[in-house]
């Protein structure tokens, strides 16, 4: 797909795909679906993709989108005016993690929604979070990483050097996180006594995404 921003695999196999022309589909034998929407797509670049039980949530270059499907149908549900939508992460029940351009952290439920106020420096501008197994936030910031706790409380904080510190990706592997500084790959472990770094790559192109299969690549 060109542009390719985000993949998204629901629970019977469909590949939902998020592009700089919108949203995309394909079967789980990699057919595309020939989507139908009952509304205008005029939210330019689907960036991140949801799926939780029947509803398909897309955040945007403007905001944040529902949506459901009948067959190949796709009718708009709901919108919200957040700005670009980064990310998207589900929470529990009907409560999602919305990474948003224009407020920040905002936990979303339906049409009720709040920002979550973060101990971070305002300078330090969102560009990750991923939740770990342990119910911890790490966000990446421009700043570094800030593991946060269930409570949205500032737990640590972790960069490389003062040159090297705007966080682009980053991804959890069993008790390992893998951080993205731009062009370094770097894996490290939490401990009682701080980030332990096991390994640094240098990568001949920015990272601005990072995804594990089930074998561990």
Known sequence: CLGLRTICIA??????????????AMDIHGNKVHLKFDFDWKYGIAESILIVESSIWVGT?????????IND???????????LVKQLIHLEGSHILVVSGKHGLINYSESN??????????ADLITCVK???????????????YVLNNH????????LND??????????????????????????????????????????????????????N
């Open 11 to 24: 629970s019977n196999g469909t590949v939902w795909i998020g592009t700089d022309r919108g949203l995309e």
């Open 61 to 69: 270059s403007v905001g944040l989108l529902k949506l459901s499907r």
């Open 73 to 83: 149908k796709l009718k708009l549900e709901l919108e919200e005016d957040f700005g």
């Open 113 to 122: 929604w709040r920002v979550i106020h973060l101990p971070l420096p305002t």
């Open 131 to 145: 939740k770990t197994l342990d119910n911890h936030y790490l966000v990446g910031t421009l700043g570094g990483l």
């Open 152 to 159: 949205f409380e500032k737990v640590d904080h972790f960069y």
């Open 163 to 216: 040159d090297t510190k705007k966080i682009t990706a980053i991804t959890v592997v069993g008790d390992e996180w893998w951080l993205a500084f731009g062009h370094k790959l770097v894996v490290v472990s939490p401990g009682n006594t701080g980030i332990k770094i096991l390994e640094i790559t240098n990568i001949r192109s920015i990272i601005n995404k990072l995804f594990i299969d089930q074998t561990g």
